[in-house]
């Protein structure tokens, strides 16, 4: 990818979009977010269950402490899909949408 600065001067940036990448390098790049889904899945497990336990303590019922561990579970997932999904639709709209020298 190149980047034209203000000046007029083109810049290779090392950058690659996802339009000129492999079917590999596409695979490849979705298993990684695949795989910090699921460490940040476990990550959040431990921290979820202490907060259920201690507010199902407190308040000595399982209902909102479900709800509260449940949300901490899978936001931390969810923002990893929306940055991932953002992340390609950026590079989309780069190569296939955006005029050229704008």
Do not use: Q
């Amino acid at each position: 990818m190149r980047y034209e600065c203000a000046c007029g001067e083109n810049w290779l940036t090392g950058a690659v979009e996802w339009d000129h990448m492999s079917e590999r390098g596409k695979s490849d790049y979705a298993r990684g977010v695949n795989l910090f889904v699921g460490a940040a899945f476990l990550a959040f497990l431990p921290i979820a269950a202490f907060i259920f336990l201690m507010l199902w303590v407190l308040l000595g019922t399982w209902e909102l402490p479900a709800k509260v561990a449940a949300v901490l579970i899978v936001a931390p997932a969810l923002l990893v899909a929306a940055f991932y999904l953002l992340n390609v639709g950026a590079s989309l709209w780069r190569t296939r949408f955006r005029r050229s020298g704008t």
